[in-house]
């Protein structure tokens, strides 16, 4: 979806929402970074950071893109892409892996931090370890899920990676449901009416225009859902930890990385089950992307459970 015109240029919607989310993450390391809290948990990273907070978004914008759109590819449409080789830089069509995202951009911050190693023997300055790489991945952590939630706002405004359809069971007097909602044999979400009048005020059923046969096509907004559980709920979580904890030293490294992980791939794994886009891509009783899940919360357990010397 174009939102306006520069110079006969379209500038789209949902880059508006990447934008808008590269400034508050800029923002906010280099505000921590200014505010010198950076040091109180690894005064390496500090050194690392003072000046380079833009050269280091500028390697998560570079990572996170290639590693997002590699991780369409490779993972979500290999056979089509290898097809249509030509349609891999072809990111104006749509793509984008989130879990991609996070591998290019892991792969970038290392990098970045590889090659802007203090070089000093200083006895101020821990050793540059896996620590550092973890001090930083807890800072991403905690404001990632903003961008999460504009880049979900981004689809709803793109019309995609939408729900199911939802009628109004209460309008559909062959069909009488027990509770608050059914979900018929074909797929269809059937909700009371008093629940389906709340959801529609709330914009949690869009008529996302799916197909031109039928005139208000409802469909459940996985977009809002996704919105609130994959970004809103955990930047909340995580923000609180790590502004009265982190920031302080009094939380240890690793913890804030691994609850990202782990929050952020259970809301996954359960919006798995109503978005119209993975109901095709099961292997063994889940979708790929619940794979995909499941190794990222043991991920995110062994940072935060296992032993420090182990690690």
């Not at 069509?93 to 190693?117: D, E, P, Q």
């Not at 027990?178 to 074909?186: A, H, Q, V």
């Not at 782990?262 to 891509?281: A, C, G, P, Q, T």
Request: aromatic share 16%.
């Amino acid at each position: 979806m174009i939102a306006f015109h520069i110079f006969g240029r379209p500038v789209y919607r949902y880059g508006i929402m990447y934008l808008i989310g590269f400034l508050v993450g800029y923002w906010f390391l280099w505000y921590i970074v200014k505010k010198q809290y950076v040091a109180k948990v690894s005064p390496t990273l500090q050194t690392i950071l003072d000046g380079n907070v833009d050269l280091l978004l500028t390697y998560i914008i570079i990572g996170g893109i290639l590693g997002g759109r590699l991780g369409e590819v490779l993972i979500y449409e290999p056979s089509y892409y290898f097809s249509h080789p030509d349609q891999i830089l072809a990111t104006r069509n749509g793509g984008m892996s989130f879990i991609g995202w996070i591998v290019g951009a892991l792969i970038a911050v290392s990098l970045f931090l590889w090659f802007h190693k203090p070089k000093t023997n200083a006895s101020t300055l821990q050793r540059f370890n896996a620590s550092t790489f973890f001090a930083l991945t807890d800072m991403m952590a905690a404001i990632a899920p903003f961008g999460i939630m504009l880049g979900r706002i981004g689809n709803w405004l793109n019309r995609e990676l939408y729900g199911p359809l939802v009628y109004n069971a209460d309008m559909i007097s062959s069909r009488m449901i027990s509770g608050l909602w059914e979900r018929s044999g074909d797929g269809v979400l059937l909700i009371k009416g008093s629940l389906y009048t709340t959801m529609q005020k709330l914009n949690l059923i869009f008529d996302y225009g799916t197909t031109q046969m039928y005139a208000g096509e409802m469909r459940l907004n996985t977009n809002f859902l996704a919105s609130f559980g994959e970004g809103l709920l955990i930047l909340i979580v995580l923000q609180t930890l790590f502004w009265t904890k982190r920031r302080y030293g009094k939380m240890r490294a690793w913890i804030l990385s691994g609850l990202f992980l782990i929050l952020y791939s259970l809301v996954r794994f359960v919006l798995e089950y109503v978005r119209m886009d993975s109901l095709d891509d099961y292997i063994r009783g889940l979708t790929s992307t619940q794979w995909l899940s499941i190794v990222m919360v043991v991920m995110g357990a062994v940072l935060i459970w296992w032993p420090r010397k182990a690690r």
